[in-house]
């Protein structure tokens, strides 16, 4: 019994070795290339989303935004939201901005930006459905896997059943087809589902808030330090208020 | 248990035989199962306090392996035979499953039946709706039973038409032939090929993750979004499936030595 274990633990700390011998790219590499490597979903209507070809959405954008004010061109990558802190580890892209709420997991894995909005998982449900988090009890409910809905729908007692699905509009799907009694993700995410089914679906009470920030790999404080200015640059000279503006006719930017 | 093939005469499988490699095989499994999960339990993180999600997981897999296989296996042979006949509005109907089910992914076929088949058959008016496992049953059922039906049609053509001829001239009708002359043969012959088509199967199955069904697949990829940590868990989902597949063919295997004998 011991040995094959010995084994097995082995042969994975040498994959974990071999895997972890990328660099990410400092700000001066970044610099000299001229161009930023961005990653997003692309699935998260109004913040990332593919309308055709075309990504758009405020966070891209917003993202777009801060690149122009650094002096650089964007590159971007769309990449299955599971996947995206993944990829952003094994240096695939120089940073994430994909409403990833700022958890203490996720920033044990990686670094945050200052949150560039805020936000709660809402509740969405047919008419009729359970609007609370006390309602949930005995639901089930459709979430993303691998987003923060999914670990606060968990932390919600009674929940019958939690699906999980690859993408957030799948889980959407399934609500709108009767497979849940609710889904649980962003209120503004919501807010659009809510007005693009034209009252088929009614949005519930917010099941908790968090703090949206860019995600740059662990340790690579260069470019932190460029983006946070870039990001502060934007929210004090109007250009934010005016994108979010467009898109949620608020504000949206953390308060405190 | 099982004497060495060399002994020169020995029974095909009986009742009693069957009976007792259906409960080694479960018991192999449950063996397996146990064995999974105390060894996942001493890895250190992420896999170690996940395990049980692994081992729920695997079981789900395996379940759904066997509920497919078997229909599968009905839907197969039925199919495979209906394709030999001579008779075309008899072929027709297996001709355009296969035509259909091997000609496009499974991936797609899974996505179908769970989000298109509901609304179609809601709308001639009736109200049905599999759950997930239910419609990765159905998607992959059909699926293997396509490919095991052009198993079951070689396994045919295979036998040399003289046996049927001589079976014929005895004084056996079409069906007599078929069920007493040729398909004993045929099932012999394929024997290794639909066991190669049921690893495929369990292979397979991690497809039906897309739709939300918690099997070893999703299980996985929830731990690596938590976690962060592909390489193991990645690593520990091969391993499972390995070994799923290990014990399976260790026992397929023996089956294929037991049918073996009487063509020898």
Redesign the interface.
Known sequence: MKRPLQTALLTLTALALLASTGQARTWADIKKSGTIKIATEGAFPPFNVLKGKELTGFEVELANELAKSLGLKVQWVTQPFDNLLIGLKSDRYDFVIASHGITPERARAVDFANPHYCTGGAIVTKPGGPMTAAALSGKSVAVQVGTTYLENVRKVSGVKDVKTFPKDTDAQAALMAGRADAWVGDKFTGIELVKAQKGKVVQGALLFNERIGMAVNKGNASLLKELNAALTKSLSDGSYAKLSGKYFGQDVRCKS | MTKPATTPRQQPMGGGTLLLWFGGAAAAFLLLFLLITI?LR???DPIGLRADLFVEGARMTLMLTLVSGVIGLILGVVAGIQKTSALWWVRLPASIFIWLVRGTPLLVQILFVY?AV??LLKSIGIDL?L??FWSAVVALSLNVGAYNAEVIRAGILAIPPGQGEAARSLGLNGAQTMSTVVLPQALRIVVPPLVNNLVALLKDSSLA????L?ELT?AG??V?????E???VL?TIA?VYLALTTVMTLFTDQLEKRVKVGSR
């Open positions: 060894i001493q890895l250190p989000n509901p609304p709706e759950n997930e993750s897309s739709i939300a918690l999703l990829s929830r690596s979004s938590e976690s962060f592909p390489i193991p690593t391993a």
